[in-house]
T-cell receptor, first 114, second 109 residues
Framework: DTGVSQNPRHKITKRGQNVTFRCDPI?????LYWYRQTLGQGPEFLTY????????KSRLLSDRFSAERPKGSFSTLEIQRTEQGDSAMYLC????????????FGPGTRLLVL | AQRVTQPEKLLSVFKGAPVELKCNYS??????LFWYVQYSRQRLQLLLR??SRESIKGFTADLNKGETSFHLKKPFAQEEDSAMYYC???????????FGEGTQLTVNP
């Protein structure tokens, strides 16, 4: 297993379009996190799942954002009616819940909204 | 609210010199502190966590609750240490990581 993967790696879209990103953690990861990172900033938490349950959402996650993890394995993050301010790197991380939980990050999906 | 501050965006040292990357945090409880590193064209990865009290790649970090700091130190920097370093915390009530803005470390030959 080569770790957490994300697809696509890059996405260019026009303002107003919908985009969907996918994250595939390793099979043992019962927790899955989404973060957003803009230029010059550290990653900011968006939401996380334990198995298929979405346990927490940040106030950064506007109504245009929705995340799912239908079978407790892969996850999707959809942004509807994209805005230029959505341009960022979207990071996914998987972990095994428990003591000394470590979040393992994927390579990210870089979104550019024109 | 929890907050992590890394006062230096850029830090440049020469090979063999000591290096210290500063991290201060704001949190009312007892957080768990981490250092993550991102090497060029690689993904973000955990370097160390305060609970483990370990040394990774020669780096150590001590949690100072009085000063609310978690500075990362290495006595002799190597060129391969050049990377972006992020300090992060998890509060006692959740699992989300709160990151600082990062410090770009460059180790010159």
């Amino acid at each position: 297993d080569t770790g957490v993967s994300q697809n696509p790696r890059h996405k260019i879209t026009k303002r107003g379009q919908n985009v969907t990103f996918r994250c595939d953690p390793i099979s043992e990861h019962n927790r899955l996190y989404w973060y957003r990172q803009t230029l010059g900033q550290g990653p900011e938490f968006l939401t996380y799942f334990q198995n298929e349950a979405q346990l927490e959402k940040s106030r950064l996650l506007s109504d245009r954002f929705s995340a799912e993890r239908p079978k407790g394995s892969f996850s999707t993050l959809e942004i509807q009616r994209t805005e230029q301010g959505d341009s960022a790197m979207y990071l996914c991380a998987g972990s095994i819940w428990g003591q000394l939980e470590t979040q393992y990050f994927g390579p990210g999906t870089r979104l550019l909204v024109l | 609210a929890q907050r992590v501050t890394q006062p230096e965006k850029l830090l440049s040292v020469f090979k063999g010199a000591p290096v210290e990357l500063k991290c201060n945090y704001s949190y009312s409880g007892s957080p768990e502190l981490f250092w993550y590193v991102q090497y060029s064209r690689q993904r973000l990865q955990l370097l160390l966590r305060h609970i483990s009290r370990e040394s990774i790649k020669g780096f150590t970090a001590d949690l100072n609750k009085g000063e609310t700091s978690f500075h990362l130190k290495k006595p002799f920097a190597q060129e391969e240490d050049s990377a972006m370093y992020y300090c992060a915390l998890i509060g006692t009530s959740g699992s989300r990581l709160t990151f600082g803005e990062g410090t770009q470390l460059t180790v010159n030959p």
